[in-house]
């Protein structure tokens, strides 16, 4: 919703209205999610335009094999321990992903404090979270973050990530770009 409106109102129906057909590539692969998987390869929406998914089928060793032939290097993101590069961060990413964000990029840590901030001076609950309310990880993304230093279950600071925090890796990547 947060993409797909605005790309529709503002770029697709003025051209639909001028008699154009539009086609909508998207570079999504069914492995990313239960969602994806059941994602047609093509679709005629409603509104008059279609989707076409040339990747849906991929795996991602396709995707970074397609990068090396042609000689585009990956979003650098991927090599720095990101599974998912659309939004930073993303209110997907993996527990592991939200600790390199946080040791990488504090400045996007705050951005979002900030957000939250001020959201829930307009919240009738007199709070916000960028990620979803959970008794796991907390309200807001600073506790989330605490809890990406934690082992399976949340409970321990895991040491290695504890003795690893300020000595970032040039290269982690989750797809074994670093090789």
Same mark, same amino acid.
């Given at each position: 919703?947060? +993409? ?7 770029? &697709? ?20 999610? $239960?969602?994806?998987? +059941? ?29 090396? +032939?042609?000689?585009?290097? !990956?979003?650098?993101?991927? +090599? ?8 930073? $961060? ?14 990488? &990029? !504090? ?61 970032? $890796? ?10």
């Amino acid at each position: 919703m947060i +993409k797909r409106e605005p790309i529709f109102d503002q770029v &697709y129906l003025p051209l639909i209205e001028e008699g154009y057909n539009v086609v909508s590539w998207q570079g999504v692969r069914a492995q990313e999610s $239960p969602a994806r998987a +059941k994602l047609a390869e093509r679709e005629l929406t409603p509104e008059g335009f279609e989707i076409y998914r040339p990747i849906l089928k991929w795996d991602v060793e396709q995707v970074f094999e397609m990068h090396e +032939k042609h000689g585009v290097e !990956p979003n650098p993101l991927y +090599k720095q321990g990101m599974g998912r590069v659309g939004c930073m $961060p993303c209110i997907n990413c993996s527990k592991q992903e939200l600790f390199e964000i946080s040791r990488r &990029y !504090p400045d996007e840590i705050q951005r979002v404090v900030e957000w939250e901030r001020i959201v829930s001076q307009a919240s009738k609950r007199g709070a916000a979270s960028f990620f979803k309310h959970d008794e796991v990880a907390g309200n807001g993304i600073l506790e989330w973050v605490e809890w990406s230093k934690t082992t399976f279950g949340g409970k321990q600071y895991d040491l290695v990530k504890a003795i690893e925090f300020d000595d970032i $890796p040039a290269c982690s990547s989750v797809y074994g770009l670093c090789e």
